[in-house]
C-alpha cells in the first residue's frame, strides 16, 4: 500500500506539469531511443551481412594469382594456375572436400536487338552445389558436355531479364550470344541478389572446355585465374589455409623468404571480421546515446530539487502529523523512478517508429528484441533511482518546524 500510495501521488504531481515534465525526461527519451535504435539496426546489418556472405557456400576458399582480390593488374605477369594444381588440392589435402576450376572473363552478349556486358565463369559443373547455386529452371550442365566443350551455358535471373526484356517466359533452349558464339541456355539460376556492391545474379556459367576452346580461342590448361577450394565440414578454416598455401607455395616452387604470389580470401573470415567490427561500432554508438541518459537523469535530479524546494511546506506538514523521513524519501524516490520509466517508455516507442522506418531505408530486417528494449528500461529506472536519490534524502532530511516555516 505504501508504495502504491507514493505510485499515486507521484503521478498527480507528473500530471499537474505535463510540459516540465516531458522536458525533463527527454534526455532520457533520446537516449533510450538511440540506443535501441543502434543496437536493433546494428544486429539487422550484421544478419544481412552474415546471410549475404553464406550465400557463397559454406567452407569456401576462393584462390587466385596475384597479390591481392583487387583489380586485375594486381595479378599481370603472374603464372596462373592449372588443372594439374586442382587436382592436387584435392588429392593431397584431407581438409579439402573438393577443389573446382572458375575461370572469369566479362564478355558481351546478346540475344536478338538486346545485347550488355555480363560476367562469364567457366567451371565444372559441382561449381554449382559448392556455391549454393539453386535452379529456378532447366539443369545443369553435365560431365560428357564439359569434357566436350558443348556449347551450353546457365544463366542468372539479371541476364535473363535484361537480354529476355523481363518477360516471363522460360529462356531454357533459347540461344544467346557470346562474343560471336551461339550457346544455348539449358537452366536458369534462382535470385542471389545483391553482394555489396557485387549483382549476384549478373553472371553466366558455362563449362570451362567450351569457354576455353569456344570462346577464349585456345587449349591451354594452364590458364586458371581462379581456384574454388571447399573445405570438409568441421575443419579449422585456418588450418586448410595454411596447408593450402604450403601446397601451392611447394608447387609455384617458391623459395624460403619469397613472398606468395597467390591470394587466398575465405568468405566466411571476411563476414566474421565485418560483423565484428558492426558490433564495435554500434556498441560505441550505443555508449555515446548512453551519454543522453546521464544527461536526462542529471535533468531529473535538477527537477528534483526544485521540486522539494516547491513542496517544503508540503513535506514539513507530512513529517508534523506522523509521516517518518524513510516514507518522505520513498515518495521522492518513486517520484523520480516514475518520470524516468515515463521517458524510457516513450524512448522504446520511438525506437520502434525509428526502426520501423529506417529498416526499409538501409535494407536490413527489423526485428524486436525484447531483451535491448527491457535492458534499456530497466536502465532508465536505475537512471531515476540513482539520480533521484539526493533530492529524496534532502527532502526526507527537512526539519519539520524549518520547512512549516517556509513559504
Known amino acids: ?175 544467346i550470344l557470346i562474343r560471336n558464339v551461339a550457346c544455348e541456355i539449358i537452366g536458369v539460376l534462382k535470385s542471389k541478389g545483391q553482394m555489396g556492391w557485387r549483382d549476384q545474379d549478373d553472371t553466366i556459367i558455362m563449362p570451362l572446355t567450351s569457354l576455353n576452346q569456344r570462346i577464349a580461342g585456345h587449349v591451354s590448361i594452364h590458364d586458371i585465374d581462379n581456384i574454388v577450394v571447399a573445405a570438409r565440414v568441421g575443419t579449422d578454416s585456418a588450418k586448410v589455409t595454411t596447408a593450402l598455401t604450403s601446397l601451392l607455395r611447394q608447387r609455384r616452387n617458391l623459395k624460403l623468404g619469397q613472398d606468395d604470389n597467390f591470394s587466398i580470401f575465405e568468405p566466411r573470415q571476411i563476414a566474421e571480421s565485418i560483423s565484428s567490427t558492426m558490433k564495435t561500432m554500434t556498441s560505441l554508438l550505443a555508449a555515446v546515446a548512453g551519454v543522453a541518459l546521464l544527461v536526462g537523469g542529471i535533468g531529473i535530479m535538477n527537477i528534483m530539487l526544485v521540486s522539494v524546494t516547491e513542496r517544503t511546506r508540503e513535506i514539513g506538514i507530512r513529517l508534523a502529523i506522523g509521516a517518518r523521513a524513510g516514507e518522505v524519501l520513498l515518495q521522492f524516490l518513486v517520484e523520480a523512478a516514475t518520470l524516468s520509466c515515463l521517458g524510457g517508455l516513450l524512448g522504446i516507442a520511438l525506437a520502434i517508429i525509428l526502426c520501423a522506418a529506417l529498416a526499409p531505408l538501409i535494407g536490413v530486417a527489423f526485428h524486436f528484441n525484447l531483451a535491448i528494449n527491457f535492458i534499456a528500461f530497466l536502465f532508465s529506472a536505475l537512471v531515476g533511482i540513482v539520480f533521484g536519490f539526493t533530492p529524496a534524502r534532502r527532502a526526507a532530511a527537512l526539519d519539520p518546524i524549518e520547512a512549516l516555516r517556509h513559504e
Request: overall charge positive.
Open 1 to 175: 500500500m505504501i508504495f502504491l500510495n507514493a505510485f499515486h501521488i507521484a503521478i498527480r504531481e507528473i500530471s499537474r506539469n505535463l510540459p516540465r515534465a516531458f522536458l525533463t525526461v527527454l534526455g532520457i527519451i533520446i537516449g533510450v531511443a538511440a540506443v535501441i535504435t543502434m543496437q536493433t539496426l546494428g544486429q539487422g546489418t550484421t544478419e544481412v551481412v552474415r546471410s549475404q556472405f553464406s550465400r557463397f557456400g559454406e567452407n569456401l576458399l576462393f584462390v587466385r594469382p596475384g597479390l591481392a582480390f583487387g583489380p586485375r593488374s594486381a595479378s599481370a605477369g603472374i603464372p596462373s594456375f592449372t588443372e594439374d594444381d586442382i587436382v592436387a588440392i584435392r588429392e593431397q589435402l584431407p581438409s579439402v572436400k573438393d577443389a573446382v576450376p572458375a575461370k572469369n572473363a566479362a564478355l558481351t552478349t546478346r540475344f536478338r536487338q538486346n545485347a550488355r556486358s555480363t560476367g562469364v565463369v567457366g567451371t565444372y559443373d559441382r561449381y554449382f552445389a559448392m556455391n549454393n547455386w539453386e535452379l529456378a529452371d532447366g539443369r545443369v550442365f553435365n560431365d560428357a558436355e564439359e569434357r566436350n566443350g558443348a556449347a551450353v551455358c546457365v544463366i542468372g535471373e539479371t541476364v535473363r531479364r535484361e537480354l529476355f526484356n523481363g518477360a516471363a517466359a522460360n529462356p531454357v533452349g533459347s540461344k
